[in-house]
């Protein structure tokens, strides 16, 4: 659905989207280029912009061996100075590919991965997560370090090994929790879960769905100790497209298939039936005791220019002319 707005709701909306990414989101990259945001907060920025338009996959590219090795893919936004339309390449990390050369990934995930990248050239190409970018190594010279088909030199050695130095232990293991940044991969799901999606409710069911696609490959690691940060990423695309593909316009039916029945709660007054002058006088009651404390929990109210007919309920009252109905609560 796209949102109309105008120039100044669309210069708010522009700054929010190009703005840098909180630190909380940066992650360190255990080896290769700079630091790196995943492309599902990418995603989720876009989308709640209400600038995007439309991200495409204009052509899937093959190396000499004939695997996927890249994405062109093109994103379209809305700008306070109009469309802007940006094209851009994805790569698949060499890691990918050499996951896919053992059985350990599919072509589709392989794409994925592309368009991923792709992704977040075409936002750094709008400004957005330019920061990122802006490092010491550029991405031509990182992409001209590493080889896909590059292989280590083994060697065979016969003297006994010397054990590693207080320091190197300490750096394998800073390569070891960047990989994984958290001990506990369940907590760091869910407080991503949890900032794409603040209902409960609605990102329960959102879980569920993604849980279950996630479930259809064997290649899919089901215990969150064996996670790595591929799978991470590779689980909230997932969720973020069954977000994205849900749609929740207020009409009973979609907010029923989403919450269930829906029950009416609407607060009509018990003696007259009007829903006009209903006040919940929980709070007033709570701030000034002294003052409040004996007037009624919720009433029909008739004070000044109000048409109530006056009844007044209390929780839990044993007079059932005056018990509020559970429903308000």
């Not at 522009?14 to 290769?32: D, H, N, Q, R, Y």
């Not at 490092?135 to 003297?159: C, G, H, L, N, R």
């Not at 609407?266 to 209903?278: L, R």
Request: some cysteine; proline content about 5%; glycine content about 6%.
């Amino acid at each position: 659905m796209i949102v109309i707005m105008d120039k100044a709701t669309k210069t708010k909306a522009w700054k929010e989207l190009t703005k840098p990414f909180a630190k909380s989101v940066i992650k360190k990259s255990p080896k290769g280029f700079g630091d790196f945001v995943p492309h599902h907060i990418y995603t989720r920025r876009l989308v709640d912009s209400g600038l995007l338009i439309s991200f495409d996959t204009v052509e899937v590219i093959r190396g000499a061996e004939g695997h996927v090795i890249s994405a062109r893919c093109t994103l379209v936004v809305d700008s306070p100075d109009g469309e802007k339309t940006v094209t851009a390449c994805g790569d698949v990390e060499p890691s990918a590919i050499n996951m896919f050369k053992n059985g350990k990934k599919s072509e589709g995930e392989l794409i994925k991965d592309a368009e991923s990248d792709a992704i977040k050239r075409c936002c750094m190409r709008l400004g957005i997560g330019l920061h990122l970018w802006e490092q010491d190594m550029s991405e031509e010279e990182y992409s001209a370090s590493v080889s896909v088909d590059s292989k280590p030199e083994i060697k065979v050695e016969t003297k006994p090994v010397a054990k590693p130095s207080e320091e190197e232990k300490k750096k394998m293991e800073d390569i070891a929790n960047e990989m994984v940044p958290d001990d506990d991969m369940k907590a760091r799901l869910q407080q991503a879960l949890e900032f794409h999606e603040k209902n409960e409710t609605l990102r329960k069911k959102f879980k569920s769905s993604a849980w279950n696609t996630w479930m259809n490959s064997e290649n899919n690691p089901q215990d969150l100790s064996l996670w790595t940060q591929d799978h991470f990423d590779a689980f909230m695309d997932i969720f973020v497209e069954v977000q994205s593909n849900t749609e929740v316009d207020g009409t009973k039916e979609l907010v029923e298939e989403v919450f269930g029945d829906v029950e009416d709660t609407t607060q009509a007054c018990p003696q007259c039936s009007n829903t006009a002058y209903i006040e919940d006088n929980r709070a007033k009651k709570e701030s000034d005791p002294g003052k409040f404390g004996a007037i009624p929990d919720f009433a029909c109210s008739n004070w000044g220019d109000k048409e109530g007919c006056g009844w007044g309920g209390y929780i839990n009252s044993s007079n059932p002319d005056k018990e509020v109905p559970t429903t308000w609560l």
